[in-house]
C-alpha cells in the first residue's frame, strides 16, 4: 500500500472512530432516541454490512464467523457506550473509553508474563493520573454514572479485540460476532420496551454509526492494520479523543474545559509512553 493511500485510510478510519462518539451523542443528548434502540440498530445495521462485505470477498465463513464470548463483549461495549453518551460529553466520554481500552489491553499483556520498561511504567502513572485528574469532584467532574458505564464499555471493547487477537479471518469473524450479538440487543429491547422511543432523525443516526463509522470504519481498519504495524496502529489511534473533542466542540457546541485539557494531555501522552516504547520481555 502507497504511504498517501495509507494515510488517507488511516485518517478515515481515526475519523470513522471518533463519528461513533459523535453520532450517539448527538442521536441521545436530542432524545432522538432510546439508549436500547440505538445499540440494536447499531448492531443490525453494523452486522448487515459487515456480512455483505465478508461475503462479497468470498468468505464461506461468513455467517458462522465468531463465537458467543466475543459477541457478548462486543454487546456489553455497545450498550454500556450507549447509556454512557446520556451522561457525557463526547470528549470525554471517548477519553474515558480510549483510557479503559488500552488500560484492559495493558492488563492483559502483564497478567501474560510481559515487562514493562520504566518510561513505560512512568507513562502508565501519568495516565492513572490524568484520569483521577478527570475525575476529582468538582462543577466539570463528569457524571459518574456516565463515567463507570463508559469505562465498563472500554474494558469490554478491550476484552473483545484481546479476544480476537488469534483470527485467521478478521472480518469473517467480526461479522459473526456482530450477529451473534443481535440476540443480546433484541433482550434489551424487550426488558426496556416501556421506555423505547425514536424519531427519524435517532433511526437515521443510529443506522449511520452501524453502517458506515462501525461496519465500514472496522473493514478499513482491518485493511490498514497490516501496514502501519503494531506500534503505529498504536499511535494513531491517540488520534481519536482529540477528534472526538473537536467534532463534537464544532457540531455538538460542547465546551473544552480546562480540567479537560489537562486530563487529556496527561493520560494521552502517558498511553503514549506505554504504547509506542517496545517492551522488555
Same mark, same amino acid.
Given at each position: 500500500? +502507497?504511504?498517501?493511500?495509507?494515510?488517507?485510510?488511516?485518517?478515515a478510519?481515526?475519523a470513522?472512530?471518533?463519528?461513533?462518539?459523535l453520532?450517539?451523542?448527538?442521536a441521545?443528548?436530542?432524545?432522538?432516541? $432510546?439508549p436500547?434502540?440505538?445499540?440494536?440498530i447499531?448492531?443490525?445495521?453494523?452486522?448487515?454490512v459487515?456480512?455483505?462485505l465478508?461475503r462479497?470477498r468470498g468468505?464461506?465463513a461468513a455467517?458462522?464467523g465468531?463465537d458467543?464470548? +466475543?459477541?457478548?463483549?462486543?454487546f456489553a461495549?455497545?450498550a454500556?457506550?450507549?447509556?454512557a453518551?446520556?451522561?457525557?460529553?463526547?470528549?470525554?466520554?471517548?477519553?474515558l473509553?480510549?483510557?479503559?481500552?488500552?488500560?484492559?489491553m495493558?492488563a492483559?499483556?502483564l497478567w501474560?508474563?510481559?515487562?514493562?520498561?520504566?518510561?513505560?511504567?512512568?507513562?502508565?502513572?501519568?495516565?492513572?493520573?490524568?484520569l483521577?485528574?478527570m475525575?476529582?469532584?468538582?462543577l466539570s467532574?463528569?457524571?459518574?454514572?456516565?463515567?463507570?458505564l463508559?469505562?465498563v464499555?472500554g474494558?469490554?471493547?478491550?476484552a473483545?479485540?484481546?479476544?480476537?487477537?488469534?483470527?485467521?479471518d478478521p472480518?469473517? $469473524?467480526t461479522?459473526g460476532?456482530f450477529?451473534?450479538a443481535?440476540?443480546?440487543?433484541?433482550?434489551?429491547?424487550v426488558?426496556?420496551a416501556?421506555?423505547?422511543?425514536?424519531d427519524?432523525?435517532?433511526?437515521?443516526?443510529?443506522?449511520?454509526s452501524?453502517?458506515?463509522? +462501525?461496519?465500514?470504519?472496522?473493514?478499513?481498519?482491518?485493511?490498514?492494520l497490516?501496514?502501519?504495524?503494531?506500534?503505529?496502529?498504536a499511535g494513531v489511534q491517540?488520534?481519536?479523543?482529540?477528534a472526538?473533542?473537536?467534532a463534537g466542540?464544532l457540531l455538538? $457546541?460542547?465546551?473544552? $474545559?480546562?480540567?479537560?485539557l489537562?486530563?487529556?494531555?496527561?493520560?494521552?501522552?502517558?498511553i503514549?509512553?506505554?504504547?509506542?516504547?517496545p517492551?522488555r520481555?
Amino acid at each position: 500500500m +502507497s504511504p498517501r493511500r495509507l494515510a488517507g485510510l488511516t485518517a478515515a478510519v481515526l475519523a470513522a472512530f471518533a463519528g461513533n462518539s459523535l453520532l450517539c451523542r448527538w442521536a441521545l443528548q436530542g432524545a432522538h432516541i $432510546d439508549p436500547a434502540g440505538f445499540t440494536a440498530i447499531r448492531l443490525g445495521s453494523g452486522a448487515l454490512v459487515l456480512w455483505l462485505l465478508a461475503r462479497m470477498r468470498g468468505s464461506g465463513a461468513a455467517a458462522g464467523g465468531g463465537d458467543w464470548g +466475543s459477541a457478548l463483549a462486543l454487546f456489553a461495549y455497545a450498550a454500556a457506550f450507549s447509556y454512557a453518551f446520556m451522561h457525557v460529553a463526547v470528549a470525554t466520554g471517548t477519553l474515558l473509553l480510549f483510557a479503559a481500552v488500552q488500560a484492559s489491553m495493558l492488563a492483559a499483556a502483564l497478567w501474560a508474563g510481559q515487562r514493562l520498561a520504566i518510561g513505560q511504567w512512568a507513562g502508565f502513572a501519568l495516565a492513572i493520573a490524568g484520569l483521577v485528574v478527570m475525575l476529582l469532584p468538582g462543577l466539570s467532574a463528569p457524571s459518574p454514572a456516565g463515567a463507570v458505564l463508559m469505562l465498563v464499555a472500554g474494558a469490554a471493547w478491550g476484552a473483545y479485540s484481546l479476544g480476537g487477537r488469534g483470527s485467521r479471518d478478521p472480518l469473517a $469473524d467480526t461479522a459473526g460476532n456482530f450477529v451473534r450479538a443481535l440476540p443480546f440487543a433484541l433482550a434489551l429491547l424487550v426488558a426496556m420496551a416501556t421506555r423505547l422511543h425514536a424519531d427519524a432523525t435517532g433511526i437515521a443516526l443510529a443506522l449511520l454509526s452501524g453502517a458506515v463509522t +462501525s461496519g465500514l470504519g472496522y473493514a478499513l481498519w482491518y485493511a490498514v492494520l497490516p501496514s502501519l504495524g503494531a506500534t503505529r496502529a498504536a499511535g494513531v489511534q491517540l488520534g481519536v479523543p482529540p477528534a472526538a473533542a473537536v467534532a463534537g466542540i464544532l457540531l455538538l $457546541d460542547e465546551a473544552l $474545559d480546562a480540567r479537560l485539557l489537562v486530563a487529556s494531555v496527561m493520560i494521552l501522552g502517558g498511553i503514549a509512553l506505554v504504547s509506542l516504547r517496545p517492551r522488555r520481555v
